[in-house]
């Protein structure tokens, strides 16, 4: 199939590449150093799921029109990139591959006449340098729309993707999507210290931070009547229990996702971001956790301290000791 993949990074460039190995006449959009090292060098992937260099056509955006699209941009991106490609993604099946809340409602609006799924990446992927993407934890992509059962756009999309990487339309793809904004919640503390996820989850200094935002945001999430999808060994019951147990019980979970995580170095998306010198998704991970929670008519000052806190260091390039972000967030966690 021509398939189109707007936004090659770390997410976009593995699933570029791997489709590629798989016999996809594949073209993608990027800029910059990466844009000039896809097309001089290729897209080179290792990893987890194997070495393999993809020679895909790239430019700043879409020059052919695919059968199937994925945008695979950073959530604040995704808006202005659909746009700069709308002539090509009208009347086809778009996926649209982010974290937040916000996207796949966003693309609907923007392309009333293509087919939008949503896509659950759980995988971790390292940009490592313009051209290069890394691999350091397999795990499934799930596909869906709405809290019903997948529509046939996501089914087939999911069947094509499989082929390349495990793939799986599912039931309840908003509840799956409020699952994953939890497991989120791990990014924030490495944008803000510069650790690893490991290293801030096996720190006793940070660990019930991130407990605290995540029963923080597993309460908004109740409180906006969602019923939680099943992903990364979460699903309704444990988060159930999450958000009723005292702090130091439920930092089991946080420990549990680390142990999921295996021992490469995980940075997270956020902290990948910050090393760039880029503005982060913050806003549409803990800060959806703000957003819901006004419209819920309740509070999320963890989550709005830890957003602000990775501003500051967008801002000031500068993090933060364990120690120091401990004492900043201490107020909120008596």
């Not at 699933?15 to 896809?38: M, N, P």
């Not at 290729?42 to 700043?60: F, I, K, N, S």
């Not at 999309?157 to 793809?173: G, S, W, Y």
């Not at 995540?214 to 159930?240: C, H, K, N, P």
């Amino acid at each position: 199939m021509r398939i189109g993949v707007i936004g090659a990074g770390a997410i976009g460039g593995t699933i570029a590449a791997l489709l590629d190995r798989v016999g996809h006449l594949v073209e993608v959009t990027a800029r910059g150093e990466q844009l000039a090292a896809i097309r001089d060098d290729g897209l080179r992937l290792d990893g987890d799921w194997g070495v393999h260099t993809a020679r895909v056509a790239a430019a700043e955006t879409l020059q052919t029109r695919p059968e199937l699209a994925l945008v695979t941009t950073k959530a604040q991106d995704a808006p202005a990139a659909i746009r700069a490609n709308a002539a090509v993604l009208d009347g086809i099946t778009v996926v649209i591959v982010q974290n937040g809340l916000a996207g796949l409602r966003e693309a609907e609006q923007l392309l009333p006449g293509s087919d939008c799924v949503g896509a659950l990446a759980l995988y971790a992927a390292s940009y490592l340098s313009p051209g290069r993407v890394s691999v350091t934890t397999t795990a499934n992509t799930y596909l869906g729309a709405g809290d019903g059962p997948p529509p046939a756009a996501a089914v087939e999309a999911a069947r094509i993707l499989d082929a390349a990487m495990p793939a799986f339309a599912i039931d309840n793809f908003t509840g799956a999507q409020w699952t994953k904004l939890m497991v989120n919640q791990i990014n924030a503390l490495p944008a803000i210290t510069g650790l690893s996820a490991q290293q801030v989850l096996g720190d006793r200094r940070l660990r019930p931070i991130v407990t605290a935002s995540l029963q923080e945001a597993t309460r908004v999430g109740y409180a906006r009547g969602v019923r939680y999808g099943s992903i990364q060994g979460l699903d309704d019951r444990i988060l159930r229990v999450v958000a009723r147990a005292p702090r130091w019980a439920a930092q089991a979970v946080p420990l549990l996702m680390k142990r999921r995580m295996g021992s490469t170095p995980n940075p997270g998306s956020t902290l990948q971001s910050i090393r760039r010198g880029q503005l982060t998704e913050i806003d549409y991970l803990n800060g959806a956790v703000v957003d819901e929670a006004r419209t819920a008519g309740v509070d999320a000052p963890v989550n709005a301290a830890i957003t602000a806190l990775v501003h500051e260091v967008e801002r000031t390039g500068a993090f933060l000791t364990p120690d120091q972000a401990a004492e900043r967030m201490r107020p909120l966690l008596a």
